[in-house]
């Protein structure tokens, strides 16, 4: 087998709270029972969201909580050569799209799972007389084709199978404000870095058949999956900076990774509580003996 690489990918919108704690713990926990490597990538892609100093405050946060990662921290916002080029490499599956987000939307075609509506595939045979280009987009096979439908052991979720023809239609390689879109991204890097295992929030299981398909586009590997839970605040909403998460607070690191673990249906002993040597240990045998 390949040696174990696992990453954390966070978006740096804000800083670690207690959701993003959990998902940053899994992979964490999954790469070290496996005695593998724990990788770092800021996804900084999205520049508009991108909130200065975020990266640095959950770099620290990490380190205060005893999560080192192995080797260097790659950051998206430097890496936009690589997408251009397996962008490239896409030829004849990309055309330019020139509809409009409410063009798409009244077009009632549904929701994908991400909350975008899905495209009814308008601008596939070229843009229709006075359109100009916004976006670019994956042309997907004809709705009834098998090469559209992405099945997957999830570690997690068990069996999950997905029709992209029905769940997204042809999605976005390359935005209308000429951003790469996430879904290129984390495969080119995802590849690259050789990553081996995903595990990350189930907030993102609407993205894994897309981003299996460009892996099979791309003639890159497909890593194994695993969507933990995503932790939702009072009102059942995923936590996030939006919803009222706060940061932690890393004067008691402890409490944070206590519950974290807790999240995750990890059952440790009083003494993993004591320090965060301790806490570590315990944590990485309880994932192991649930999970490997
Ligand atoms: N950057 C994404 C996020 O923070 C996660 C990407 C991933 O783990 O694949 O939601």
């Known amino acids: 087998m390949m040696h174990y690489t696992g990453r954390f990918a966070p978006s740096p919108t804000g800083p670690l709270h207690a959701g993003s704690l959990v998902a940053a713990m899994a992979s964490y926990l999954d790469a070290r029972a496996h005695q593998g490597r724990w990788l770092l990538r800021i996804e900084d892609i999205d520049e508009p969201r991108t909130v200065s100093g975020a990266a640095e405050s959950i770099g620290e946060a990490l380190a205060a909580l005893g999560m080192h990662p192995d080797g260097e921290v790659l950051w998206q916002s ?15 599956d990309v055309y330019p799209c020139g509809c409009s987000r409410k063009e798409i939307a009244d077009s009632r075609t549904g929701m994908a799972s991400d909350g975008a509506a899905i495209y009814p595939g308008t601008c596939r045979h070229g843009l229709a007389e006075g359109k100009t280009t916004r976006a670019w987009r994956l042309r997907l096979p004809p709705p009834l084709s098998e090469a559209g439908v992405i099945t997957f052991e999830d570690r997690w979720l068990g069996r999950i199978t997905e029709n992209l023809s029905e769940s997204t239609g042809d999605f976005v390689l390359k935005r209308a404000d000429g951003f790469w879109a996430y879904q290129l991204a984390v495969v080119v890097d995802d590849a690259e870095q050789g990553v081996t295992d995903v595990v990350r929030g189930a907030d993102l299981l609407g993205s894994t058949a897309r981003q299996i398909y460009l892996q099979r586009l791309l003639q890159q590997p497909t890593p194994r999956y695993m969507h933990v839970p995503v932790v939702n605040n009072d009102a059942g909403e995923k936590l996030s900076k939006q919803t009222g998460a ?44 649930r999970f490997i």
């Open 78 to 92: 430097q890496r936009k050569s690589r997408y251009e080029a397996a962008f490239g490499q896409l030829k004849e």
């Open 246 to 289: 706060r940061p932690l607070d890393l004067a008691q690191p402890l409490d944070a990774l206590m519950l974290a673990a807790s999240r995750l249906g990890l059952t440790l002993p009083p003494t993993a509580g004591i320090s965060l040597a301790s806490f570590w240990e315990a944590a990485i045998t309880a994932w192991a003996r």
